[in-house]
Nanobody, 122 residues
Framework: VQLQAFGGGWVQSGGSLRLSCAASGIGSRTRINDMGWYRQAPGKQRELVATITSGGSTNYADSVKGRFNTSRDNSQKMVWLQMNSLKPEDTARYYC???????????????WGQGTHVTVSS
């Protein structure tokens, strides 16, 4: 299974970026429930940015509420993060995550991508 995130880059403060994450190699018997985005800035711990359930319910970190929006396509196993009004403190490596369960298996599956870097200059 591979999760590939792309769309990162450099942007000035106040600008926008749209991150995408595509999953490949997930079998038809695996149901993906939650998809999400996390980020890790240099010297800091990885933190949750946004999550979205298979039903479309979303959850955002307080620091990005009103600026970021996440969406997903269940059939394509893709998740997006639209980031608006970016601030220098949003600079980090952004990782996508997919949580699910294989049919007939109690143990959950937890997939991570390699991440894509976002730099916001002041």
């Amino acid at each position: 299974v591979q999760l590939q995130a792309f769309g990162g880059g450099w942007v000035q403060s106040g600008g926008s970026l749209r991150l995408s994450c595509a999953a490949s190699g997930i079998g038809s018997r695996t149901r993906i429930n939650d998809m999400g985005w996390y980020r890790q800035a240099p010297g800091k711990q990885r933190e949750l940015v946004a999550t979205i359930t298979s039903g479309g319910s979303t959850n955002y970190a307080d620091s990005v509420k009103g600026r970021f929006n996440t969406s997903r396509d269940n059939s394509q196993k893709m998740v997006w993060l639209q980031m608006n009004s970016l601030k220098p403190e949003d600079t980090a490596r952004y990782y996508c995550n997919m949580l699910g369960r294989r049919e007939g298996n109690i143990r959950p599956v937890d997939y991570w991508g390699q991440g894509t870097h976002v730099t916001v200059s002041s």
